[in-house]
């Protein structure tokens, strides 16, 4: 009987201590999450919806990221399904996912001139709402307010999801400048027939005057390497140079050289 009485108390004090931390760390979130939202000089940095969802959304899509001392804080994203808006929003500290809130806010209807019910876009309300908490890549506790819409798919694997949209961001965040140079219509100098053009992080290339092809693109120690969303195509270049009128990018593979010239 003494026994029995020792393990549990022993189990009922590993319990208490593994719920005291819990509570210290959910503690330590909260106020790391109300610093971030105290922030008031952010970096702003977006990603156009081609550049973060493989179809269009029905009612537009928005990805923006924000810097604080040259790191990611926060992330907010917004798409608009045919009925509703979901709106996610991912918190870090020390570049780690420490909080996810997301929301389902379907849109009200309304009657148009003709007395028909139809969906207000422009005017939204909150209907199901998930806070998300996390600790060395786990998540740890859940809340949840309202019932969620049946025909809307709930998200899972947000970790995941959150590191791959933070890649995508701070490749264009750290390269930036070389980014920015980039953007714009460039001829190809050899044929002028053919021609490149990029618009955020997305290559689009035209030959004999026709679209090609789009590839996404990332920039690694001034390699670009750009690649097909849907399979295993990866093209590299080095970019020899890049400025207000020239680019000159050496096919890696190659070796050949391509000069282009800033038309846009």
Known sequence: MKQKLIIFLTLYSICLVRSQEK???????????????????????????????DKMADHGAELNGYYEHERLKKIVRKVGTRTTDIITVFYFW???????????????????ERGQVVL??????????????FDNDKEIEKKEIGKPIDEI?????????????????????????????LQGK???????????IFEGTIRFNFYNGRFANRLKTRIENDILICFFPMDDRTYRYKIESVNDTMLVLTDLSSKEEFSYAKVE
Request: charged share 30%; proline share 2%; aromatic share 18%.
């Open 120 to 133: 207000d876009y422009s005017n939204a309300y909150t209907k199901y709402e998930s806070k998300h908490y």
């Open 186 to 196: 460039w001829l190809f100098i050899q044929n002028t027939e053919d021609y490149i």
């Open 153 to 181: 798919t709930l998200e899972k694997g947000f970790i995941k999801y959150a590191e791959k949209m933070k890649s995508l961001l701070d490749n264009k965040f750290y390269n930036r400048d070389i980014y920015r140079a």
């Open 23 to 53: 509570e210290d760390i959910l503690v330590n979130i909260n106020d790391q999450i109300e610093i971030i939202d105290g922030y008031i000089e952010f970096e702003t940095f977006y990603l156009d919806p081609e550049e973060f969802l």
């Open 94 to 112: 020390n570049d780690n996912l420490i909080h996810v809130n997301y929301k389902q806010r379907p849109y009200v209807e309304k009657k148009n």
